[in-house]
């Protein structure tokens, strides 16, 4: 049924992403044509006074260091022959997670309700998403 996925994961709570990617995998157990585009999403600084103190090149840093931690993520997690594609983006979230959803035309979302599990609800980033995109969302708690 699902053929195309985003995944959209935080690198700072692994045992969450892991729990995303088998959730993705058991779904799709059956279809070996699935692609799997797993998404770590760099919050951009919200507030510019605290930009102007970052070193000059620090969202190419960080986003070296994002994509270094997908990768390894990935490795981990999906098996050898998963069609896996790595996507780090800047800024943010739930608008570059619903940017690249309709970009990549992907056919489900999924995502953590929140990043702590005894949270009850969800994050302001996976209500926004959710309010916002015009692709299907699988909240996981």
Request: hydrophobic fraction near 40%; glycine fraction near 2%.
């Amino acid at each position: 049924m699902f053929k195309n996925i985003l995944i959209v994961i935080d690198l700072g709570y692994i045992p969450q992403a892991k729990k995303l990617a088998e959730t993705a995998l058991e779904m799709t157990k059956n279809n070996p044509d699935t692609i799997y585009r797993v998404a770590g999403i760099v919050s951009a600084p919200s507030n510019s006074i605290v930009s102007s103190f970052l070193p000059t090149n620090f969202d190419k840093e960080v986003l070296a260091e994002a994509n270094k931690k997908l990768h390894e993520f990935t490795r981990d997690v999906f098996p050898a022959e998963s069609k896996v594609q790595h996507i780090v983006a800047y800024g943010t979230i739930y608008e570059e997670v619903n940017r690249v959803a309709d970009e990549k035309n992907v056919d489900l979302i999924i995502m953590m309700a929140s990043k702590d599990d005894n949270k009850e609800g969800l994050s302001s980033n996976t209500v926004k998403v959710a309010r916002y995109s015009r692709k299907p969302i699988l909240i996981l708690r």
